[in-house]
């Protein structure tokens, strides 16, 4: 039974105890608005990450939570059956703000009032107006109810993409917190008015293009009017909170289970477009520094370097503020996850998808500041502000070129054994500079380009507050066709982007994909080739460079198109295919389902087998909220093989039993999706080969789960001798081992003490193409069954001299009219002669 203590729309609270949903009218909250503001209390501090998934939180103060909430949310707060006590907005409590007219704007000394829209968009594009060698101002788009989305850009040489880092600062994502605005437009002022008389603030702008956004959420601020703050809301004008719209690297594109709202979109394409090396985005409701990150708990790859700097912005900001302020948490400083998980904020889209430093600063206890207090609030901060964009002139930076023609590249710039969670840096595409922001310490720096040979500069010093500057040049060595894919496993009607990897400069390119639309490309990288049917298909490539030189390279069944499978009650027979979670490639899975889905094997013997590729359901640390359960059979009553549930991913599992098959079992709670799963389905089966005593010829028509020769010869090792083919040799008593892996396309002579079986587990091979050299050749045997050599030589029998087993006196050799060999068994390899280089193809048993 809950009980509640509601305040419904007017300013007056009332009473209601042993309320229970059924008879609660949650309408009766959003009259007029479409958010709430709320406090409850918590049972325990575990609880804290529950509830910020499902509503939007503002402040903790112990186990009391004051958050923000739209109906949805609201809705599914209420099953968590906590007490809570529903408040006024923020925003409808600062009544008769100071507001400043345009027509007033001379009168602005202290800023110690807030400006209307028009005064604010006025104040914007007049900062460009009055500086217009350093300052740029433009809308980056228009918000929701289609105000401006306003930008200063500043930088001494302000029409030319110079080579120094990018930095951004934006404030206001939530419309109710103002101070934030009003602390970014006097920034913008103050590096104006200072340039050319201010040392610090003229190396800032000479060095630096400084990009400051003060209002990200124009209609969340002036929600209730143009003309005043008093109403301002947190959200947007569709009831959305902007800092948890974003996609997040745990979670997902779409965290939040919104469509990316303008603001977001616009946001993002400017992030797309630009190349910023460090941010921050401006809060308030609380007073400290958050870095990150805010998604999941392990730590960043340079938290000692965000401790530095966040505690280098706190520290500075005590030594000019009255004392108790900016001192939450640890002093003013925090891990965003210690504190609270959020999923979708911008600090972390930032982070790990544009390979930013971006961390949140709240600087105001209080939401609706009164305009009094705005200038006390700058003489805090200000400094920090500064130092904080100083940041980005220090660590390690450079060009990167190409070593021949000197034109500048795309690198990718990483920190060896170091960088985790896409915490490396690109070199930018107009100049080919880099800033890797770096705690001190030394450090090995590896640069790489697609197309170039990578180089690795060890032992690189980094000295805090300082500069360390490092040109590296790549050579693209000989031309030598090379490409990649953005994927290779997928279902009918997925498209596919190429890129091109090849080495030597190529300055034409000739695609020809097998399968695809379109089917041929001359672009350096193509894009969206879509594969409309199942299958298996190769990409071809040729690259020619500018003195007319080719090079070509053939990738068998590259692609694979398979059926997709989402999670559902039913029964599956397959050994091919790609099993998501309910929501498919696209979307979450939804609340408040339960599945059972069994997978047999399609195929006589065999067991299914799924490769986790990806997986990530909500965390409870004994997963009771979403799980996925694996059991080892045809139902919920088999062996249970594990739960699982966070981003612990079953990873690779095979059925054991009999039947071959698995059971998948999913639940998911009342609140707070994840993106789910994809894994790829095949079938395992196990081929045996008999070793004869002395000298074989041995081949596998199955890929193994582990192709490294000690692992796959493990269960013979005793009776092992010696495995070679025409690549190299693995000779256990020597030691020796320069075959490494197992190769499918070719055949293998083994040696064993005594007889003995090697059973080999794994999947059928998909390319059975091998390629003969012009001489002899090891022939392995790409079937399941014998095959028939006459057959198997259809249209190459002319380039075939001879065929003889490797341990036995029989031949095929049609020139000497002796065809004493006229199957080849699956399991061995056989002695092959060729009179020219040519293929062989093994077709599948009837």
């Known amino acids: 039974m809950k009980q509640f203590l509601i305040l419904i729309c007017a300013l007056l609270p009332f009473l209601v105890n042993g309320q229970t949903?059924?008879?609660?009218?949650?309408?009766?909250?959003?009259?007029?608005?479409?958010?709430?503001?709320?406090?409850?209390?918590?049972?325990?501090?575990?609880?804290?990450?529950?509830?910020?998934?499902?509503?939007?939180?503002?402040?903790?103060?112990?186990?009391?939570?004051?958050?923000?909430?739209?109906?949805?949310?609201?809705?599914?707060?209420?099953?968590?059956?906590?007490?809570?006590?529903?408040?006024?907005?923020?925003?409808?409590?600062?009544?008769?703000?100071?507001?400043?007219?345009?027509?007033?704007?001379?009168?602005?000394?202290?800023?110690?009032?807030?400006?209307?829209?028009?005064t604010y968009v006025n104040m914007m594009y007049q900062f460009a107006t009055d500086h217009?060698?350093?300052?740029?101002?433009?809308?980056?788009?228009?918000?929701?109810?289609?105000?401006?989305?306003?930008?200063?850009?500043?930088?001494?040489?302000?029409?030319?993409?110079?080579?120094?880092?990018?930095?951004?600062?934006?404030?206001?994502?939530?419309?109710?917190?103002?101070?934030?605005?009003i602390l970014l437009l006097?920034?913008?002022?103050?590096l104006l008015e200072n340039y050319g008389t201010d040392p610090r603030i003229t190396n800032l702008i000479d060095h630096i293009e400084i990009w400051i956004n003060p209002l990200a959420n124009p209609d969340g601020t002036y929600y209730s009017g143009n003309n005043t703050v008093t109403g301002a809301r947190r959200y947007n004008a569709n009831s959305v909170n902007l800092n948890r719209n974003f996609p997040d690297p745990q979670d997902g594109p779409h965290p939040d289970g919104n469509d990316w709202q303008?603001?977001?979109?616009?946001?993002?394409?400017?992030?797309?477009?630009?190349?910023?090396?460090?941010?921050?985005?401006?809060?308030?409701?609380?007073?400290?520094?958050?870095?990150?990150?805010?998604?999941?708990?392990?730590?960043?790859?340079?938290?000692?370097?965000?401790?530095?700097?966040?505690?280098?912005?706190?520290?500075?900001?005590?030594?000019?503020?009255?004392?108790?302020?900016?001192?939450?948490?640890?002093?003013?400083?925090?891990?965003?996850?210690?504190?609270?998980?959020i999923n979708g904020g911008r600090q972390d889209y930032m982070n790990y998808f544009h390979h930013c430093r971006e961390s949140?600063?709240?600087?105001?206890?209080?939401?609706?500041?009164?305009?009094?207090?705005?200038?006390?609030?700058?003489?805090?901060?200000?400094?920090?502000?500064?130092?904080?964009?100083?940041?980005?002139?220090?660590?390690?930076?450079?060009?990167?070129?190409?070593?021949?023609?000197?034109?500048?590249?795309?690198?990718?710039?990483?920190?060896?054994?170091?960088?985790?969670?896409?915490?490396?840096?690109?070199?930018?595409?107009?100049?080919?500079?880099?800033?890797?922001?770096?705690?001190?310490?030394?450090?090995?720096?590896?640069?790489?380009?697609?197309?170039?040979?990578?180089?690795?500069?060890?032992?690189?010093?980094?000295?805090?507050?300082?500069?360390?500057?490092?040109?590296?040049?790549?050579?693209?060595?000989?031309?030598?066709?090379?490409?990649?894919?953005?994927?290779?496993?997928?279902?009918?009607?997925?498209?596919?982007?190429?890129?091109?990897?090849?080495?030597?400069?190529?300055?034409?390119?000739?695609?020809?994909?097998?399968?695809?639309?379109?089917?041929?490309?001359?672009?350096?990288?193509?894009?969206?080739?879509?594969?409309?049917?199942?299958?298996?298909?190769?990409?071809?490539l040729v690259v020619y460079n500018a003195q007319g030189d080719s090079s070509y390279i053939s990738k068998a069944d590259f692609i694979t198109v398979s059926t997709e499978y989402f999670m559902q009650n039913g029964l599956v027979e397959t050994c091919s295919?790609?099993?998501?979670?309910?929501?498919?490639?696209?979307?979450?899975?939804?609340?408040?389902?339960?599945?059972i889905m069994t997978f047999y094997p399609g195929s006589p013997d065999a067991k299914i087998s799924f490769t986790f590729i990806e997986f990530n359901l909500e965390y409870q640390n004994t997963c009771n909220y979403d799980w996925l359960k694996v059991y080892d059979g045809t139902s919920t009553s088999s062996p249970l093989i594990g739960q699982y549930c966070g981003t612990t991913s079953p990873g690779a599992i095979a059925a054991s039993g009999i039947d071959g098959a698995l059971t998948f079992e999913f639940h998911s709670d009342y609140s707070e999706t994840r993106p789910g799963w994809v894994a790829q389905i095949s079938c395992i089966h196990q081929q045996t080969i008999n070793l004869e005593e002395g000298w074989n010829g041995i081949s596998a028509y199955l890929q193994a789960q582990n192709p490294e020769i000690e692992n796959m010869l493990f269960d013979i090792m005793t009776e092992l001798i010696i495995l070679q083919n025409q690549q190299g040799m693995f000779w256990?008593?020597?030691?020796?081992?320069?075959?490494?892996?197992?190769?499918?396309?070719?055949?293998?002579?083994?040696?064993?003490?005594?007889?003995?079986?090697?059973?080999?587990?794994?999947?059928?091979?998909?390319?059975?193409?091998?390629?003969?050299?012009?001489?002899?050749?090891?022939?392995?045997?790409?079937?399941?069954?014998?095959?028939?050599?006459?057959?198997?030589?259809?249209?190459t029998s002319d380039e075939i001299i001879i065929i003889k087993e490797i341990a036995g006196m029989n031949v095929y050799w049609p020139g000497a009219n002796i065809f004493s060999l006229e199957i080849l068994l699956p399991g061995k390899a056989y002695f092959i002669k060729a009179t020219s280089p040519v293929s062989i193809t093994f077709f599948g048993c009837e």
């Open 21 to 118: 949903e059924s008879n609660f009218n949650i309408d009766s909250c959003f009259t007029g608005s479409g958010e709430i503001y709320f406090y409850t209390y918590l049972e325990s501090a575990e609880q804290i990450q529950k509830v910020s998934a499902t509503v939007s939180i503002a402040k903790i103060e112990g186990l009391k939570l004051f958050a923000t909430a739209n109906r949805n949310e609201f809705s599914n707060f209420l099953m968590m059956n906590l007490e809570y006590v529903v408040l006024p907005n923020p925003g409808d409590l600062y009544l008769n703000p100071n507001m400043l007219e345009w027509s007033d704007i001379k009168k602005l000394r202290d800023w110690d009032t807030y400006p209307t829209y028009e």
């Open 132 to 181: 217009p060698d350093i300052c740029q101002v433009f809308s980056i788009g228009n918000s929701v109810n289609g105000r401006e989305l306003l930008m200063a850009k500043i930088s001494d040489n302000i029409a030319v993409k110079e080579a120094e880092p990018q930095f951004l600062y934006t404030g206001q994502m939530h419309g109710d917190e103002i101070v934030t605005y």
């Open 186 to 190: 006097r920034l913008i002022d103050h």
């Open 262 to 341: 303008p603001e977001t979109i616009h946001f993002m394409q400017l992030a797309e477009a630009n190349n910023f090396v460090m941010s921050a985005n401006l809060h308030s409701g609380a007073e400290v520094v958050n870095y990150p990150w805010d998604t999941w708990p392990q730590l960043a790859a340079d938290d000692d370097w965000w401790i530095y700097v966040s505690r280098q912005y706190a520290d500075t900001v005590h030594s000019y503020c009255v004392p108790g302020y900016l001192n939450d948490l640890q002093n003013g400083i925090t891990n965003g996850y210690a504190w609270y998980t």
């Open 360 to 540: 949140t600063l709240e600087l105001s206890a209080v939401k609706m500041l009164n305009a009094s207090l705005l200038p006390a609030h700058w003489e805090y901060n200000y400094r920090s502000l500064l130092n904080y964009i100083e940041q980005c002139l220090y660590g390690v930076s450079g060009i990167v070129t190409d070593s021949i023609s000197g034109k500048p590249l795309v690198a990718k710039v990483e920190i060896v054994g170091f960088d985790m969670d896409e915490s490396f840096v690109f070199s930018d595409s107009t100049n080919g500079n880099y800033h890797r922001l770096l705690y001190e310490g030394p450090y090995d720096i590896s640069f790489s380009a697609p197309g170039y040979y990578p180089k690795t500069i060890p032992g690189v010093n980094v000295t805090s507050m300082s500069a360390t500057t490092l040109d590296v040049q790549l050579y693209s060595g000989e031309l030598s066709a090379d490409f990649a894919a953005s994927q290779t496993n997928i279902t009918a009607g997925t498209t596919v982007d190429f890129s091109d990897l090849s080495f030597g400069s190529p300055s034409n390119w000739s695609w020809v994909f097998e399968g695809g639309i379109p089917q041929t490309s001359s672009q350096k990288n193509p894009t969206d080739i879509s594969y409309p049917n199942e299958g298996s298909f190769d990409v071809s």
């Open 577 to 595: 295919g790609l099993f998501y979670d309910s929501g498919g490639p696209d979307n979450n899975y939804a609340n408040n389902q339960d599945f």
């Open 732 to 795: 256990p008593e020597q030691n020796l081992n320069t075959l490494v892996n197992w190769d499918n396309q070719t055949g293998y002579m083994i040696k064993v003490n005594n007889a003995i079986d090697l059973h080999i587990t794994g999947s059928p091979v998909a390319n059975k193409t091998i390629d003969l050299a012009q001489g002899w050749n090891l022939m392995p045997v790409i079937s399941s069954c014998p095959v028939q050599i006459s057959q198997l030589l259809v249209g």
